[in-house]
């Protein structure tokens, strides 16, 4: 018998594993949120703004300075003022005169009223200069004459009289105002001195005359 031959097997090889596929790489973190900023204003809304802003404060400012204003305007035309009180019968001493009430009455309007029910309220003053300077203060058209109220309501009034008035010399002047009936009985006459006779930042002297 013929011997059976054997041939040697070829080797093969074993192809080596292939390397495991490396794992995916891990999937970056999310970046962070970026923080909220504020909306910012596009330039016609911030001028919009600022028109708004600009009319609220306008008003304000003109208020101060109005009240400003007015301030200075009613400290310039009525100052300050000093009252002295002179009890019925008394003599009150005014740039530089000496005053006092003599007499007063009550008499119809010259011009008919109406609506309101008033009277003319008169009242007589003796006067007397004591130099030629209150001469020329007393019969100047600088005198303020009013009617008063104990309530602060006051009533203007004229004077008749004081011209020529002469230092030394007494002389008489009639004070009218139109007043209300129930009131003529109980007002009082106040004389306020001329504002030229005023000293810078003086209060301005005045008689109340009590009734």
């Not at 390397?19 to 790489?25: N, Y």
């Not at 802003?53 to 000093?82: M, R, S, Y």
Request: glycine share 8%; hydrophobic share 40%.
């Amino acid at each position: 018998m013929t011997a059976a031959v054997t041939r040697p097997q070829p080797i093969v090889q074993a192809e080596p594993e292939s390397a495991a596929e490396p794992e995916s790489a891990a999937e970056p973190e999310s970046a962070a949120e970026p923080e909220e900023r504020p909306e910012r204003l596009r330039p016609r809304d911030r001028r919009i703004l600022q028109a708004i802003a600009l009319l609220c404060a306008v008003p304000a400012f003109l208020v101060v300075q109005w009240a400003d204003e007015t301030n200075g305007i009613q400290k310039h035309l009525k100052p300050p003022e000093k009252v002295t009180s002179v009890q019925p019968g008394q003599v009150g001493e005014l740039i530089g005169a000496e005053w006092k009430v003599i007499g007063r009455q009550q008499a119809p309007p010259l011009a008919k009223d109406e609506t309101n029910d008033v009277v003319d309220l008169r009242i007589g003053l003796a006067v007397r200069p004591g130099d030629a300077a209150s001469a020329k203060s007393v019969g100047s058209y600088g005198i303020v004459y009013r009617l008063v109220d104990d309530e602060g309501r006051e009533w203007s009034a004229l004077a008749t009289g004081g011209i020529g008035a002469r230092a030394g010399v007494a002389m008489r002047i009639i004070v009218k105002g139109t007043v209300p009936r129930a009131k003529a009985g109980s007002l009082e006459l106040m004389i306020q001195a001329p504002k030229t006779s005023r000293k810078a930042e003086d209060p301005l002297p005045s008689l109340r005359f009590e009734h």
